[in-house]
Structure formats: structure tokens, C-alpha cells
């Protein structure tokens, strides 16, 4: 599965706004977004970060899971 790209962030009063390729794609506050702005300073790659809070870390695979013999028919 390809590395995430393409996420951003920008932290306006308690909110962190994620975008996505330009779009926004989540908004986090309160602890959630702390606990992203920590992660951010603690050195985690950013752009797993991102797509970790966004669920948008699963792309990849889907198409092959459901033609897999045991999800046919689902």
C-alpha cells in the first residue's frame, strides 16, 4: 500500500482543520486535537497522522478483499 499524501493541517484557535488535496476533510477539538498536536511534536510522521484521523487509512486494499473468495457475495 502506497504511502498517504497529500494531507495538511492548519490549527485555528482550539480547532485543527485536516484537508486533504485541498479539501477538509476533518476537524478536531478538544482532546482529540490536542492529542493530534502532541503526536505532531512528538515526531510522528505527520501524513499516516493525518490519514489515521481522517479514516482515511485503509485505501488501498479494498478492491482486492472483495474479490477474495470469502467476501463474495457480501
Do not use: S
Amino acid at each position: 500500500m502506497p504511502a498517504p499524501e497529500g494531507f495538511d493541517y492548519d490549527v485555528r484557535g482550539g480547532e485543527v482543520v485536516v484537508t486533504h488535496h485541498g479539501k477538509r476533510a476533518t476537524v478536531l477539538r478538544g482532546n482529540a486535537a490536542a492529542r493530534f498536536l502532541a503526536d505532531v511534536e512528538d515526531g510522528d510522521d505527520e501524513q499516516e497522522l493525518m490519514a489515521r484521523v481522517t479514516g482515511n487509512y485503509r485505501r488501498g486494499n479494498e478492491r482486492t478483499a472483495k474479490d477474495h473468495p470469502r467476501n463474495r457475495g457480501r
